[in-house]
């Protein structure tokens, strides 16, 4: 048995997305966001996205932690402010001793949707339709971030499911 929790990090809203499976199988298990006040400065935001995680660890006990690998940006300041976000949530994960997985943003939605250009909706659908979900989870973060775990889901069977 495996639970994968997936991260889509942001220094303003980090979503995550657990999922649980034995075997070819895979079952949605929870989802959400973590959203620190944009009034705190940037560092008690890092903060919060590292205890956001933590306390996420802590309750649902993932046994594996994939999050997306670095995104260039135009702007090198968005590019830096993403990889600290990334930084906080792979720092609660690696002190938990859960491994982490890191994948690319095209890998993903090759992986769930066939198409590695696929946007945000057709990714929201083959999630509902894949997790047999009642609605498209409620925000873009969380939909990103079950997309990673079920990424990881697909990609460990691929290499005999460490």
């Given at each position: 048995m495996y639970r994968i929790l997936g991260v889509d990090?942001?220094?303003?809203?980090?979503?995550?997305?657990l999922v649980s499976g034995n075997g070819d199988h895979v079952?949605?298990?929870s989802s959400g966001?973590?959203?620190?006040?944009?009034?705190q400065s940037r560092y008690e935001r890092l903060r919060e996205i590292y205890a956001g995680i933590e306390r996420v660890i802590k309750e649902l006990e993932p046994t594996h932690f994939a999050i997306e690998d670095v995104f260039y940006s135009k702007n090198p300041r968005s590019t830096l402010v993403l990889g600290e976000a990334r930084g906080a949530a792979i720092l609660a994960?690696?002190?938990?001793?859960?491994?982490?997985?890191?994948?690319s943003a095209?890998?993903?939605k090759q992986s769930v949707t066939g198409n590695g250009a696929a946007d945000k909706s057709q990714v929201s659908y083959m999630l509902v339709k894949i997790l047999g979900l009642n609605?498209?989870?409620k925000r873009a973060d969380e939909s990103d971030a079950l997309a990673i775990a079920m990424c990881h889901a697909f990609k460990r069977r691929d290499w005999g499911g460490a």
């Open positions: 990090p942001g220094s303003n809203c980090t979503g995550y997305g079952a949605y298990v966001t973590i959203a620190p006040p944009k009034s994960a690696t002190l938990a001793g859960i491994p982490v997985f890191e994948y095209r890998e993903v609605t498209t989870p």
